[in-house]
């Protein structure tokens, strides 16, 4: 078959299956029966993985017998061709056997791991989308050990990328408005702000105004996706104690921020198509203290800022976050602060500046 001259024929199939295509679900499959006629593919895997961490999901054709989204889980934090993938730019077609090396026994234990757990030999594997949150990526997979792919599918494969870079985003943005409906009729009369993720936590949506508030919280260079403690308690706390599929929770914690308390639960909630969700939802309590009033004592605006981080317990590391700063940066500001505060340690730092607050408020009335 002339690959190159079946490429228009292929780009209007796969158009048309996008427009009518709803269910997250069902694209692996439309994926291998359109690209069946000109390719030779086994089974189809819709990857999708943020780019912060190792987590991955993964869907597939549901008559498969074998659940590859589970198993893979296992060895994604080490297979060497899903790292490859994730270096690619949208578009870019990468191939298993191309780069392959037998001697490295990382890379020869996902092989025999994919041969054992889904039959699969070689894998030719596109990049759909690419943004600052996430990367999703379709992947063709051959059992036969013979049948590696070749440059002119490799060129093939390229050429319907657009379209199935357009039909990829449109399935997700389908998926994450379900999931955002999902999210409304669960918090609806609470006047929260949430964060939806899907069953492998992975971030996927924000209701409107969440993200200023967690950059008001927490900084802003603080929050890109998460915040490191809110991560931290989502991998220590939840994902350990949580299994997709199963419908438990909440789980429950408050975090000191820039203007108070910010109280969050996380909760499993099922979802679009029966597929489980996690919503994280945030609840303000309190404000911090503002030593802005200071300024009239002589301290500039930064330092002002310096100490309102000071009650959280927010380290130099944590500050310099906050405020978009270095350490050496704050250090310096606390040892100016010292200085005019007459001031031993963080301890007593504070302790002085709020009985100059309070001075300052008694002189204002």
Known sequence: MNLKAKIPEAVVELSAAAVNLKDYNEFPLVVEEILGKYLYVDWVGFYTASVYGTATSVTTNPHLPFDWNEKYMEIA????????????????????????????????????????????????????????????????????????????????????????????????????????????????????????????????????????????????????PLPDSLMRWIETDIAPSWKPGQLVGPWNQRFPGIKGTLACTAFAVKGPSDRPMVLISFQPHGETEDFSLLERAGLTHREGQVLNYLPLGYTNRQIAMAMGIGENGVKQHLKRLSRKLNAAGRAELLYRALTLKQKLQIIAG
């Not at 490295?104 to 600052?132: K, Q």
């Not at 319907?160 to 999210?183: D, F």
């Not at 009729?185 to 969440?210: Q, S, W, Y």
């Open 77 to 224: 934090h080490l297979d060497p061709f899903r790292k490859r993938g994730m270096l690619t730019r949208t578009g870019d077609v990468i191939i298993s056997s191309e780069d392959r090396n037998p001697d490295d026994e990382i890379e020869t234990y996902c092989y025999d791991f994919a041969r054992r757990y889904a039959d699969t030999a070689h894998v030719m594997s596109l990049t759909a989308i690419r943004n600052n949150q996430m990367v999703a990526a379709i992947n063709l997979n051959r059992h036969e050990m013979r049948k590696t792919f070749t440059g002119e599918e490799k060129y093939f494969y390229q050429a319907v990328a657009p379209v199935l870079g357009l039909a990829s985003k449109h399935i997700l943005i389908c998926q994450q408005h379900a999931m955002r409906r999902v999210a409304y009729e669960k918090l609806i009369g609470e006047n929260r702000f949430a964060v939806i993720m899907n069953e492998h936590l992975i971030v996927l949506d924000f209701l409107p105004e969440t993200r200023r508030l967690l950059r008001d919280y927490f900084g802003p260079m603080a929050c890109d």
